[in-house]
T-cell receptor
Framework: DAGVIQSPRHEVTEMGQEVTLRCKPI?????LFWYRQTMMRGLELLIY????????DSGMPEDRFSAKMPNASFSTLKIQPSEPRDSAVYFC???????????????FGPGTRLTVL | EDQVTQSPEALRLQEGESSSLNCSYT??????LFWYRQDPGKGPEFLFT?????EEKEKERLKATLTKKESFLHITAPKPEDSATYLC???????????WGLGTSLAVNP
């Protein structure tokens, strides 16, 4: 399996521009997670999906952030308009679901390093 | 509030010098504790999952243990290639969310 695929790997943009990050989860995984990682705050969960449906978006910082999962093999995270404080590494992860509500291992993509000037 | 704390923040070892990393947690209803390794410029890579106090898992030079309040990642006779950031995360409650620690940055000198 190719693992979780993310694109682009690096993105440099100017404040106010729209940014779209893309993710292809591992085939057969029911859950997809979007994270943001910074030195100060570590890994923060932004939103996660189950069977393409958003389950918890309480980590989305504000209305400038939105995420979609139109099908089982593709998800996007959009920031519009972008701001310098959005600069971070954004990771996508996917996992299977376990019976009894237990969480299975999350497998991470290589991340997108976003720099907003 | 659910919380995960890792210590130390950074650790420097000589090759062959064994040590332990700590992950303490305060959560309601632990449903799993996860250890990951992260190399610079890469995504976290899964190492272990522990579900109940007393459980232990091993992989090469690494051994993870779990108590009711903390987990240890023991590194025996480390090599330079073990240098990385080690992340701990817990799952609690009735959802799939993981609560992450800030990690321990490990450097092993040859």
């Amino acid at each position: 399996d190719a693992g979780v695929i993310q694109s682009p790997r690096h993105e440099v943009t100017e404040m106010g521009q729209e940014v779209t990050l893309r993710c292809k989860p591992i085939s057969g995984h029911d859950y997809l997670f979007w994270y943001r990682q910074t030195m100060m705050r570590g890994l923060e969960l932004l939103i996660y999906f189950n069977n393409n449906v958003p389950i918890d978006d309480s980590g989305m910082p504000e209305d400038r952030f939105s995420a979609k999962m139109p099908n089982a093999s593709f998800s996007t995270l959009k920031i519009q308009p972008s701001e310098p404080r959005d600069s971070a590494v954004y990771f996508c992860a996917s996992s299977k679901g376990l019976a009894g509500g237990y969480t299975d291992t999350q497998y991470f993509g290589p991340g997108t390093r976003l720099t907003v000037l | 509030e659910d919380q995960v704390t890792q210590s130390p923040e950074a650790l420097r070892l000589q090759e062959g010098e064994s040590s332990s990393l700590n992950c303490s947690y305060t959560v309601s209803g632990l449903r799993g504790l996860f250890w990951y390794r992260q190399d610079p410029g890469k995504g976290p890579e899964f190492l272990f999952t522990l579900y109940s106090a007393g459980e232990e898992k091993e992989k090469e030079r690494l051994k993870a243990t779990l108590t009711k309040k903390e987990s240890f990642l023991h590194i025996t006779a480390p090599k330079p290639e073990d240098s990385a950031t080690y992340l701990c995360a817990v799952n609690a409650g009735n959802n799939r969310k993981l609560i992450w620690g800030l990690g321990t940055s490990l450097a092993v000198n040859p």
